[in-house]
Nanobody, 123 residues
């Protein structure tokens, strides 16, 4: 089973940028489609972004489109989430996950999750 470890979160101000990383174990990372989700206090985990195994296809939630960019470095077994123009409503724990099938925007479509990294955006 793949192990996922997120990093790069922190406390920033409105308008700042952060880059999250998700490091994966295992030799077959390059064949996995991957996703990023986030969960704010008292809310359900929600879809943020998705990337295909070769980086050729990406999708974003409307709330982050134009501000966030997902990418991957298969040689480093890592998926990234570049977050620009951050807003207080982006405050959440961010999780990366390995896609297993079904709807890519649903948590049910993923079968492996990292422990999450906290992102806090102050106003």
């Amino acid at each position: 089973q793949v192990q996922l470890v997120e990093s790069g979160g922190g406390l920033v101000q409105t308008g700042d940028s952060l880059r999250l990383s998700c490091a994966a174990s295992g030799r077959t990372f390059s064949v996995y489609n991957m996703g990023w989700f986030r969960q704010a206090p008292g809310k359900e985990r929600e879809f943020v972004s998705f990337i295909t195994w070769n980086g050729g296809g990406t999708n974003y939630a409307d709330s982050v489109k134009g501000r966030f960019t997902i990418s991957r470095g298969n040689a480093k077994n890592t998926v990234y989430l570049q977050m620009n123009s951050l807003k207080p409503e982006d405050t959440a724990v961010y999780y990366c996950a390995k896609y297993s099938g079904g709807s890519y925007y649903s948590t049910e479509g993923y079968d492996a999750w990292g422990q999450g990294t906290q992102v806090t955006v102050s106003s």
